[in-house]
């Protein structure tokens, strides 16, 4: 059984920081590509972050140069770094595992940026 569990989320500060990790179980985890998305009220979810399971990464312009993915292949779990947060970042953060023939998604973490 697929399991993704996020974590890290919370209440930042305009400019902070914060890292949300995503655990993975019940797959082959180093083969498959990773994401991170968001989902806003009202909105769309979105796509944050991608990696691949040869470690490329790809962004939207919107956090290119603040958010970093990375994974960590022998922990099964993927991280979402996010600096310079701005309160348009504020959203529940969903962890996703592209499985080919499926995507697993985790349950999500919120993060709310405000002052």
């Known amino acids: 059984q697929v399991q993704l569990v996020e974590s890290g989320g919370g209440l930042v500060q305009p400019g902070g920081s914060l890292r949300l990790s995503c655990a993975a179980s019940?797959?082959?985890?180093?083969?498959?590509?990773m994401a991170w998305y968001r989902q806003a009220p009202g909105n769309q979810r979105e796509v944050v972050a991608t990696?691949?399971?040869?470690?490329?990464?790809n962004y939207p312009d919107s956090v290119k140069g603040r958010f970093t993915i990375s994974r960590d292949n022998a922990k099964k779990t993927v991280y979402l770094q996010m600096n310079s947060l701005k309160p348009d970042d504020t959203a529940v953060y969903y962890c996703?595992?592209?499985?080919?023939?499926?995507?697993?998604w985790g349950q999500g973490t919120q993060v709310t940026v405000s002052s």
């Open positions: 996703s595992a592209n499985l080919g023939i499926a995507t697993r």
């Open positions: 019940g797959i082959a985890f180093s083969i498959y590509t």
């Open positions: 990696i691949t399971s040869g470690g490329s990464t």
